[in-house]
């Protein structure tokens, strides 16, 4: 029996993780429905001033962005049956903690990707989630066997580019 899922793919926005997920769930043609975050980051920064007009403190304009984000993020976290966040190397992502945080308190499952030098600092991240993984080819293999019960081996022969 094939399950149907939406996944919301909360997280780093500077990498090409999200793309490799979505060409192996276009490779394996898995009953998954992607949704996330608005990737562009001038336009996730900028989208308060630019629709609700300019403001000089920063606070502020990050306050107006925010709030439109979060009309997005809630509403896509709230319909999805699965959240996959993945916290990457670069940045301090406080918007994948928090988005894991109300993942949590919605109910809805999540699974965790980061690599291994962040699993002290994300331990209570990670208690909650129902898996917590390193690649997106896990992730994959995840959505195979939830969706379908069939199980794979992750590896980079999936021609998902790192």
């Known amino acids: ?26 490779e394996f043609d898995l009953p998954v429905d992607l949704t996330g975050p608005v990737e562009d980051h001038s336009a996730s920064d900028d989208c308060g001033t630019t629709i609700l007009g300019h403001e000089d403190n920063p606070f502020w304009k990050d306050h107006k962005g925010a709030k439109l984000n979060a009309i997005r993020n809630r509403t896509l976290m709230g319909e999805a049956d699965l959240v996959v966040i993945r916290f990457g190397e670069d940045y301090r992502q406080w918007n994948a903690a928090f988005d894991a945080g109300y993942a949590a308190a919605l109910g809805t499952p999540y699974v965790v990707m980061h690599a291994k030098e962040h699993t002290h600092a994300l331990k209570e991240v990670d208690a909650a989630a129902l898996a917590v993984c390193e690649t997106p080819e896990q992730v994959v293999a995840i959505l195979r066997y939830v969706t379908r019960g069939e199980l794979m081996r992750p590896s980079p022969s999936l021609s998902l580019v790192r």
Do not use: C, F, N
Not at 8 to 24: C, F, N, P, V
């Open 1 to 26: 029996m094939e399950v149907e899922l939406t996944v919301y793919l909360s997280g780093e926005i500077h990498t090409q993780w999200r793309e490799q997920i979505a060409d192996g769930v276009d």
